[in-house]
């Protein structure tokens, strides 16, 4: 394999040698901040979640800043390689595996600019989903998410890349910052891992990594760090999304108001006290949009266009009624069409919503669902679509091009979950025009301002008890409002007028980056002056 890797490299051209940015010159020049950004979804490539989009747009738009960003990933079976250019295997790491070892090969390619490090262990990655299959999470991902967080680490200097600062996201990049920690800092403090800091993104909440302690030998994980306070434990479990909020140098969260949210009381999924011992070291950034892909002034997904110097709102009223009609849906500019994109599960909120489905649908309001969700919640919307025919329609499965179709056209986005991991979809909603209703402690305040409380600023409509009544209180205020034409016109107008570029996004990301890079070379610098 090495010597393949070998004549491989000797036989690219000159010009590819001096543009590799694994060379020894390239790295020996100054540069920009360098981020290793380490993801199980990159949109492009494979989406499960919205962590997908955000990977990619924050990729995305720190590049357009100037910071030398590079994707590391597992190479799953769903990934569509085809729109990487220069696709090439460019090394391998041997890591271990329980008393085992494991051999990782590492493939190279571009999207956009951008490079992406695909990770490729047949048996774990290349075989499998990113996160399991339709029986549920694979069994194994601890051992696989292992093996990842390892591989990654150990790849810096295989590829001659040493980042500034690892930026970490959700639970399967948890173990990162331990591993760092535990095999690097003291063992090679001048191996690329050691010197680059770790920047913790939580995501979502609610999938949290969580496995029985049986595993912390075939993990590598000593069973003194099996505590609560400054451990991996929870629960009397080990937790993967903990211990990336323990070791990792900067905790971030997808909103301030998040930030200060997570060390409250049953606001933090159980990890309140980890987040309140990390208070200091958390920040909170919102998430942005591709104003490139989701721009209904130009988007070429809609039947017509339209944008906030529509005083009338024409181009709206004519995509909502080409969706109804593409729909089967009943016709009318009166009847309100709500959407809801997503997972189809209680993490989404789908369990308070499927208590009051009916009573929506019979209270005048046409309702598209488009998502995933086990087979026997497809049956049961299928029914209602059935018993609801013109007023109910499902979309199975996440279809792209539908979604700007659905969101040019509807006129409310319902969105249900107790905590949403990023104001993405919410952000692109109001961004079409479309007005959020949303629970309103999950996260989102800082995207959207409540109706209820500022009636001349609001932006969406909350609702307080994340029940089915409840959310039922938020679907009512909103179409109250709905019937009173004029005033709901200047509400979809502020809507359109919100401003969530991804520029702004990164340029907030740069700041926490650097202040991740000051911690890193400041303990650096503590630890050699005490040698």
Same mark, same amino acid.
């Given at each position: ?7 491989? #490299? ?78 090439? @295997? ?29 990770f490729d ?18 069994p ?7 093996v ?11 590829l ?25 800092l ?39 760090l ?7 434990? @929870? ?18 969260t ?15 999924y ?21 104003? #490139? ?10 039947p ?41 599960d ?35 919307i299928?029914?209602m ?34 905590? #949403? ?99 890193t070379?400041?303990?650096?610098a503590?630890?050699?002056g005490?040698?």
């Amino acid at each position: 394999m090495r010597a393949a890797l070998r004549s491989l #490299h000797e036989r690219q051209s000159p010009f590819r040698a001096f543009c590799n940015p694994e060379s020894t010159e390239s790295q020996a020049a100054p540069g920009p901040l360098k981020v290793a950004f380490v993801t199980p979804e990159l949109n492009s490539l494979v989406r499960r979640t919205n962590l997908a989009e955000i990977s990619e747009s924050l990729t995305r738009a720190l590049k357009a800043s100037g910071c030398d960003v590079r994707v590391f990933m597992p190479y799953s079976s769903d990934i569509d390689s085809s729109a990487l250019k220069e696709l090439v @295997l460019v090394g391998e790491v041997e890591v271990p595996d329980g008393e085992a070892k494991r051999t990782v090969r590492i493939w190279r390619g571009l999207l956009g600019e951008v490079f992406v490090y695909l990770f490729d262990e047949e048996e774990l990655f290349r075989k499998r989903h990113p996160y399991g299959d339709a029986d549920g999470p694979y069994p194994d991902n601890w051992r696989r998410f292992s093996v990842f967080a390892r591989a990654v680490l150990a790849s810096l200097e295989t590829l001659r890349f040493s980042p500034d600062v690892i930026h970490c996201l959700d639970w399967t990049t948890g173990l990162i910052p331990l591993f760092r920690k535990l095999e690097y800092l003291d063992a090679k403090p001048k191996h690329a891992a050691s010197k680059a800091g770790t920047y913790m993104m939580v995501q979502n909440l609610a999938i949290q990594g969580a496995f029985e302690r049986e595993i912390l030998p075939h993990i590598g994980i000593p069973f003194d760090l099996f505590h609560d306070v400054d451990g991996v434990e @929870l629960g009397g479990r080990v937790n993967y999304l903990k211990a990336g909020i323990e070791f990792g140098t900067i905790i971030g969260t997808h909103s301030p108001a998040q930030a200060t949210r997570v060390v409250e009381l049953d606001r933090g999924y159980g990890l309140e006290e980890c987040f309140r011992r990390r208070e200091k070291e958390i920040v909170g950034i919102s998430n942005g949009i591709d104003y #490139h892909a989701w721009d209904p002034k130009t988007d070429p997904l809609l039947p017509h266009t339209f944008s906030k110097d529509d005083p009338e709102l024409n181009g709206k009223r004519k995509c909502k009624t080409a969706l109804q009609s593409a729909l089967g849906l009943d016709n009318g500019a009166r009847i309100p069409v709500a959407a809801i994109i997503g997972r189809f599960d209680s993490d989404s909120g789908f369990d308070i919503l499927g208590e009051v489905l009916t009573k929506v649908l019979e209270s005048n309001i046409e309702v598209v669902l488009m998502g995933t969700g086990q087979p026997e919640t497809i049956e049961r919307i299928k029914t209602m679509e059935s018993s609801f025919q013109g007023r109910c329609r499902l979309i199975d499965g996440y279809l792209g091009n539908t979604a700007h179709a659905i969101l040019g056209g509807a006129d409310m986005m319902i969105l249900p979950a107790h905590h #949403h991991a990023s104001n993405s979809l919410c952000a692109i909603a109001q961004r079409y025009g479309t007005v959020p209703i949303l629970y309103a402690h999950s996260g989102l305040r800082d995207t959207v301002t409540d109706v209820a409380e500022s009636p001349e600023e609001g932006t969406g409509f909350f609702f307080n008890s994340h029940t089915g009544p409840g959310l039922m209180q938020g679907i009512d205020a909103a179409r109250t409002l709905f019937k009173e034409a004029a005033d709901w016109k200047k509400l979809v107008h502020r809507c359109l007028a919100q401003d969530f570029s991804w520029q702004v996004t990164a340029d907030s990301y740069l700041k926490a980056y650097r202040r991740v890079t000051r911690r890193t070379k400041g303990k650096i610098a503590k630890k050699r002056g005490g040698e």
